[in-house]
């Protein structure tokens, strides 16, 4: 924690999402945590250009993170892409680790279905029978059933709950687990989930879930009412995203270096690649065979990005982070982060000059995945560290 100037404690909130786009779910969410904690802060560690379920985000990191402290957040920050786009279990716990690092977060809030002390109990359960769990999924693989299918059955089984049947608390739980594993100073605050889940439409509060959303703009309808503002930019053209993974995909000859490989699937998506017409047409050819779009997707994107196996685990090793947005009282929190942590904040060019020779490395991947994404965007990419140190700049001084 800091300190006001009269001495009184500010009690700050960390927040993990995606914004993918930001949409009123998201207000409540802020809302809610800000009422019931008294928080001074909202910080979001918010996924860059590319997301977990292994596809380009919607819009840029930049204009999502500047709706975010237009509407509840005060300081938005990037999760690097190795996290961003990795399965619930990574994601979440690179991302609370990140969090731990910058040594002033007092609370993690998410959204769930059933509360923390549900989700608490089933990690203790969890813990206390892990060669049971292992048994249990082993037991569903081989009735033919996808990895998720199998871990969220025997996640249910083992805790008699059905706590993974529902869509929020999948990564709550992954939160909860995280905090544990990396002994956080982090208490987590859970919003008990108002609206529709993942994949489901409106309700009557004017609350929809992101990915219905998302399908709605990309039908081209009207999504005023579930959103409080859009970015005024061209959205991500799926087709042209896959244009460039099949154009990937011919020349790859390893593929058993990238993040996700798996044998069956490459074999499947060799089959219906070159087959389909469209990237809805592919995904829906190859996701009916036992595995998630997301898997898939997933693999795919870490080909596009050279994303190895090991790659996943570098964002614990990364001693820089990089603010997309802030307003004053997020200025002030960067402020604080930068006396009580080790970590570099890079908010403009000559702090490049503060890292290390790997952590230069490091930002260069990040930004060259950015220039893959600007194409696909018909984005300027002659100077990609131009074009993202310059938007750091301009909405840090908003």
């Known amino acids: 924690m800091f300190f006001k100037k009269e001495g009184k404690k500010l009690k700050i909130v960390g927040i993990i999402s995606e914004y993918n786009p930001f949409h009123n779910g998201h207000i409540y969410h802020i809302h809610k945590t800000k009422e019931a904690l008294c928080a001074d802060a909202v910080v979001a560690l918010m996924s860059g250009n590319f997301v977990q379920r292994g596809l380009p985000s919607t819009f840029t990191k930049y204009e999502r993170a500047k709706i975010a402290c237009e509407y509840g957040c005060d300081l938005v920050l990037e999760l690097p892409v190795f996290s961003s786009i990795a399965p619930a279990d990574i994601f979440a716990k690179n991302a609370v680790t990140i969090l731990n690092k910058l040594n002033i977060i007092d609370y993690l809030s998410f959204g769930s279905e059933d509360g923390i002390e549900a989700l608490r109990k089933a990690h203790e359960t969890m813990k206390a029978n892990e060669k049971q769990f292992d048994e249990l999924i082993k037991k569903h693989l081989t009735s033919g059933l996808s990895y998720s299918r199998a871990y969220s059955l025997s996640f249910n089984e083992l805790t008699k709950t059905d706590i993974m049947s529902k869509s929020n608390n999948i990564l709550a739980y992954k939160y909860i687990s995280a905090l544990d594993e990396t002994k956080s100073a982090m208490k987590p605050f859970a919003v008990q989930r108002h609206g ?203």
């Open 196 to 398: 529709p889940g993942y994949n489901d439409e409106c309700d009557e509060s004017g609350i929809a879930s992101a990915s219905h959303i998302r399908s709605l703009i990309y039908k081209g309808e009207d999504v005023s009412d579930l959103v409080p503002a859009l970015p005024q930019e061209k959205i991500i053209d799926l087709e042209k995203y896959f244009s460039y993974i099949k154009s990937i995909f011919i020349r790859e000859k390893n593929f058993k270096m990238y993040f996700e490989y798996d044998e069956d699937a490459v074999n499947y998506i060799k089959k219906y690649i070159y087959e389909a017409k469209s990237y809805n047409e592919f995904m829906d050819m190859v996701s009916r065979k036992n595995f998630s779009r997301s898997k898939i997707n997933r693999f795919l994107l870490a080909m596009l990005l050279n994303i190895y196996k090991d790659s996943v685990s570098r964002d614990n090793e990364y001693n820089f982070i990089i603010p997309l947005c802030a307003n004053d009282i997020g200025k002030k929190v960067l402020r604080e982060i930068k006396k009580r942590s080790d970590v570099n904040i890079i908010s403009k060019y000559k702090d490049l000059d503060n890292l290390s020779h790997e952590s230069k490395l490091d930002f260069e991947i990040l930004i060259n995945n950015d220039k893959i994404y600007y194409l696909m965007k018909d984005m300027d990419v002659k100077d990609a560290y131009k074009i993202n140190l310059i938007s750091i700049e301009k909405n840090l001084k908003k």
